[in-house]
Structure formats: structure tokens, C-alpha cells
């Protein structure tokens, strides 16, 4: 039986079970609603298209920038053009090769997706993640594709960059013709993972921004089901929100080798400078404490490394990470540079200069913004230092990557006389806010 689009119940919801593989952490103090698990959300309950709306390839920036009424003017253009081409058939999402994409009303952040599709000889589809395109699906026996990669199989993030990770998959996993695939997605920030039938065919990848390629996803946005050139057949589409200890989790657990903790989670051995303006709390964080500040930096002195740490900031919090700093001096000119830990969020920071908020090299480089999780959450955050060049990459977004020996314009103006230092020690520049740290991780580069 066919129908269109018309009115339904709500379906009940199955809960899916997600697993990253063990993790080592010496302080866990997740709130309970940083560690709850939401339940899975049912995103086509099998009746109608409730919760979806039409939408062609179209740029979300743009789409953002029209007033409210154009933009739900466009909307519904799409959403009755894509009635004739979308329907329902025993359950089954069924599209004709033509139309607009189908789009979820609802948008998500970090989430785990799970659906099943089946297609024709021919087809190309693929599956758009926060607006962005694709998860590809496609015919991998049509051999005028093969130049461009049909033969090595469905899944991979096909519109990242020739030669970055995730674009091809790691192995061929689709079912014949007439066979349903079964497909789970885990994205936290950018950060992306794919099953194709049980099999792993992207590995924590970061998925490129389409329409933007020099910055990250945007935060969040809808999940698209993209079709074109034959028939393609969709069912048991699910979605399920990560918490933020478990995306935290994801983003911790990619990756481990050659990382040594620089934290014990009870004492500040192997620290020097400010030790008495710190604190380790009875969960195991390094905490600044409140009124005081300083630097806490380690021991050792690094040249090229990845550092890897949880922060969480209070309200209005303010720190930072100092790169390659001496012993004395202010790490925010004196070191490599002091990249900002801060909450963007806090009403006295509206209107300082964009290098200085949270990820900034400060006074000298801008982080994007918009990607910390709620003041009083943890958030994940990696930094890797490579001779002059600096990537910040926070809860799997990259943020910041820039080439410190090629910035010339500072802030006010003011010099920045320790930006080309070859090493030095890494630490935390306290300024009087308890801002805290945890399960802090170094790898050298060699």
C-alpha cells in the first residue's frame, strides 16, 4: 500500500547500545547529565514522513542568512516537490531517483545513527551529516564509476579532500543488489565514524566542511538522505544524542599510542612555577585556585608533541595553555604563545578582540567559535605543536590551525618576542578562576 505524506502517532523507541572500547582516566566526575545515556529516537516510524521536510543541495549558510519568511517560503517549495517523488510502501521509505533530499526537522550535535537501505543498479545516494555531504552510498559494480572510487566500496566521507582519511572506505562491505545494508554512524564534532554491515569503513575521520572548507562542521544540523539516479529504499532510521561524557569518550579513545599521562589525578609531581595557586580536587583534576593564579607548567621541556586534556570552565572562567614557555614571564607573549581557555559565553567577554577566545593563539591567531560544550561541562581538547604551526582541535572540531613565523599583525600591536621558540615547557597560566583540568596526556613527535 502507497501513501504520501499525512499525520501519524509517535512510534515507540528502541534503545541502541554504543561502545568505544576501554579508556584509561584518572579523574571521572561527570555530572548526571554528562553521563546519562539518551535513548534512541525513532526518526521514520514507518506511516508517514512526520518530522521531515524537503530540501535540494543547498548552502545551510545561506539558507541561514534569509529572513524567517523566505527561508520557510523556500522550505515549503521544496517540502511539495519532494511529495512527488518521496512515499511510503509496507514500511518502507521509498524514493524515485529524483526530488528533494529528505530532511529531518530536528538537528543534532554529537549522536550515533543507525538505518537500513537498499537500492538499484545505477543509484547514487548518500547520507548528509549536519547539512554537509556525505556519507556515500552507490552502485560499486557500475565501472564508469571506478575512476572515481565506486569500485572500493560505500561508506567513506567522498567529498573530503583526494587523500584525506575517511574519503575512501577502509574495505568493500555493501551487500548485492536486492540485499538490505545496515549502516551506523558516530559523529562527535567532526569527527566520524561509519559501519557498513558490521564492518569499519571510516576510523574517527574528521568530515570536512563542503561548503566551507577552511572551517569546521557547523555545530549542529539536520541529517539529509540524498538521492539520485534510481531507487533507493530506506527503513528503521534512528538517532541517538550522545551525552557529553560518552561523546568525550569517542574523541579520547582514538588514537592512544605513545600518549603518557602528565597528570597522576592526586599529586602535582612533575610540575614546577605556581604549585601552591593549584589544587588536585578529591576527583583527581588539577584546579586553579579561585582568586589565585600563575603557571603550573611540567617539568620537562617539549619541542613537537600532541598534548591531550578535559577542561571544564566555571561561569565567566578564564586559564590558558602555555606552549613552549620558559619559567618566567608571561606565557601569552613570552612563550610559543598561550592559547585561551575561556567561556566565550560570559556577558564581560562580549566584545574582546576575536584573538582572544577560547583557542586563540593569543593576540595572534582567531579560533572559531561555537564549539565549547555548556559553562560547567567537560570539554575535550587536543593540541598539536609542530615546529611554527599550531592545530587546535576541541570536542572534534578544528578550531584553530595556523602558522605562528607567518602572523606579522598583532593585537594592539604589542610584540609577541617568544613566538618562534623551539621548545619549552607546556602548562596552565591561571588567571584567579577555578578553572579545572584532567586526564592531561602528552605524545612526543619525534
Known amino acids: 500500500m502507497k501513501m504520501r505524506f499525512s499525520s501519524s502517532l509517535a512510534a515507540c523507541v528502541t534503545s541502541l547500545c554504543l561502545s568505544f572500547g576501554p579508556s ?4 571521572e566526575e561527570p555530572t548526571s547529565a554528562e553521563s546519562a545515556k539518551p535513548e534512541a529516537i525513532e526518526l521514520f516510524n514507518g506511516t508517514d ?69 537498499k537500492t538499484v543498479a545505477k543509484a547514487d545516494s548518500g547520507i548528509y551529516l549536519k547539512g554537509s555531504p556525505q556519507v556515500q552510498i552507490w552502485d560499486t559494480t557500475d565501472e564508469s564509476k571506478f575512476s572515481i572510487g565506486a569500485d572500493l566500496g560505500s561508506g567513506g566521507l567522498w567529498n ?10 577502509l574495505v568493500h562491505a555493501d551487500q548485492p543488489f536486492g540485499e538490505w545494508n545496515q549502516v551506523r554512524i558516530v559523529q562527535v564534532g567532526a569527527r566520524t565514524s561509519v559501519w557498513l554491515n558490521g564492518k569499519q ?29 534510481g531507487e533507493i529504499r530506506w527503513r528503521n532510521i534512528a538517532v541517538r544524542p550522545l551525552a557529553a561524557q560518552e561523546a568525550n569518550e569517542f574523541l579520547a579513545t582514538r588514537d592512544t599510542d605513545d600518549f603518557a599521562f602528565l597528570t597522576d589525578g592526586e599529586t602535582l609531581n612533575g610540575w614546577v ?66 592559547l585561551q581557555v575561556l567561556d566565550n559565553t560570559a556577558a564581560k567577554y562580549a566584545n574582546l578582540d576575536k584573538r582572544q577566545y577560547h ?45 605562528l613565523s607567518k602572523i606579522d599583525d598583532y593585537m594592539a600591536g604589542s610584540a609577541h618576542p617568544g613566538k618562534d621558540r623551539k621548545s619549552g615547557h607546556f602548562g ?12 592531561v596526556t602528552l605524545r612526543v613527535i619525534e
Open 201 to 229: 569503513v571510516v576510523d574517527k575521520a574528521i568530515m570536512e566542511n563542503y561548503w566551507r572548507r577552511d572551517e569546521p562542521l557547523r555545530p549542529r544540523g539536520p541529517i539529509q538522505l540524498q538521492t539520485h539516479g
Open 24 to 27: 584509561v582516566s584518572y579523574a
Open 160 to 169: 573530503n579532500s583526494k587523500g584525506a582519511p575517511g574519503k575512501d572506505p
Open 273 to 338: 612555577g605556581a604549585v601552591n595557586d593549584y589544587e588536585v580536587t578529591p576527583e583527581g583534576s588539577i584546579r586553579c585556585r579561585a582568586g589565585r593564579g600563575g603557571n603550573l607548567l611540567t617539568q620537562d621541556e617539549y619541542s613537537d608533541f600532541v598534548v591531550r586534556l578535559y577542561f571544564r570552565l566555571p561561569p565567566g572562567g578564564n586559564n590558558g595553555l602555555a606552549i613552549r614557555a620558559s619559567q618566567d614571564g608571561n606565557p601569552a607573549y613570552g612563550a610559543m604563545t598561550e
Open 49 to 117: 514522513l512526520d518530522g521531515w521536510h524537503g530540501q535540494v543541495h543547498f548552502d545551510p549558510y545561506k539558507l541561514e542568512e534569509m529572513s524567517a519568511e523566505d527561508r520557510d517560503a523556500k522550505i515549503e517549495q521544496w517540502t511539495k516537490e519532494a511529495r512527488q517523488h518521496w512515499s511510503v510502501e509496507d514500511g518502507e521509505l521509498v524514493n524515485d531517483g529524483h526530488g528533494p533530499y529528505l530532511t529531518t526537522d530536528e538537528e543534532y550535535t554529537d549522536y550515533e545513527l543507525n538505518l537500513e537501505y
Open 428 to 439: 596552565f597560566a591561571g588567571h584567579n578562576d577555578p578553572v579545572e583540568f584532567r586526564d
Open 359 to 403: 583557542g586563540s593563539a593569543y593576540g595572534m591567531a582567531a579560533a572559531k567559535r561555537g564549539y565549547l560544550r555548556p559553562v560547567g561541562t567537560w570539554n575535550f581538547q587536543q593540541v598539536r605543536v609542530e615546529g611554527s604551526t599550531i592545530e587546535v582541535e576541541l570536542n572534534g572540531n578544528v578550531i584553530l590551525k595556523t602558522d
